[in-house]
């Protein structure tokens, strides 16, 4: 037993010299430093994974916009590199179709969930982009990040979104994406029908009507299936002239404290209860 066991203590230190892998001692250094959220904002499946791409060089100490910028020079003074650019994204919503201002056509009785809803006939809302509001969005996250409002629709924390993408990873409908924070116009809907058809089952629906086209800076906003689409990398200008002639509001600004503004011309709704359902 005795000579076994030096056998294989033996074997067990030969393999462990043949088959030691170097780790840079830096990477645990690094991770010390990151916040430990594991969010994937950074693009990276975790912390640890997006300090070994730092200590390589694959990555830059602002791709974290959860730490602290001071955090972040640290990591740069620590590894001698720059700190880099990385604009922080937040996860944006595609509908404001609450149950105020749009219609609900079917009863839907079952699992409170968007994803289940989704499932029967698409949901029981007229318009089939829409919102379900069942809050799954709001499940997944943090409580700090979304929250259901009373109309039925998710509100993100821009401060404390992180750009994790698990709201647009659940959302059936496809409504959540990350969006740099200077992207301040913004259209907050979906539906790909136009003019009285679109405007039957939500009142803040874009009917396709082109006006914040001719009004915005050139190239920034075209219409693709008769929904309005802006387009930063064609024009990197936005300007709130864009949402001033909209009639419906579905093309909104983002402003960083008072949240979405309409334009001038867009219907005054001043409902709180919930449309009778159709």
Not at 24 to 30: H, T
Not at 222 to 250: F, H, Q, W
Not at 271 to 278: G, I, Q, S, W
Request: aromatic letters at 4%; glycine letters at 8%; hydrophobic letters at 40%.
């Amino acid at each position: 037993m005795v000579t076994l066991g030096v056998l294989l203590a033996t074997i067990l230190l030969i393999a462990n010299r043949k088959l030691y892998v170097y780790e840079d001692p830096r990477i645990d250094e690094i991770d010390e430093l990151l916040p430990h959220s594991n969010c994937g904002a950074c693009g990276t499946p975790g912390c640890r994974p997006f300090a070994e791409e730092l200590v390589s060089g694959e990555a830059e100490p602002a791709q974290c916009t959860v730490n602290t910028a001071e955090v972040n020079q640290a990591i740069a003074d620590y590894l001698g590199v720059d700190l880099g650019e990385h604009e922080r994204q937040v996860a944006r919503l595609a509908c404001a179709g609450g149950i105020h201002v749009a219609h609900t056509r079917a009863s839907y009785k079952g699992i409170d969930s968007c994803r289940a809803a989704a499932l029967v006939s698409g949901g029981g809302k007229g318009c089939s982009w829409g919102c379900l509001g069942f809050g799954d969005c709001e499940v997944v996250c943090d409580p700090e990040v979304i929250h259901m409002n009373k109309y039925g629709l998710p509100v993100v924390d821009e401060a404390n979104c992180t750009a994790c993408s698990d709201c647009v990873d659940v959302c059936p409908k496809d409504l959540f994406s990350l969006q740099p924070v200077s992207h301040r116009l913004w259209v907050a809907c979906k539906n790909l029908d136009e003019g009285d058809v679109a405007e039957a089952d939500c009142e803040v629906t874009c009917n396709a009507c082109n006006r914040c086209i001719v009004d915005a800076p050139e190239g920034l906003i075209s219409m693709v299936d008769s929904l309005a689409v802006i387009d930063y990398e064609k024009n990197k200008i936005a300007s709130k002239v864009a949402i001033e002639r909209c009639p419906t509001g579905a093309i909104v600004w983002l402003d960083e404290k008072v949240g979405a503004i309409k334009g001038t011309k867009a219907k005054k709704i001043i409902r709180t209860k919930p449309l009778t359902n159709a």
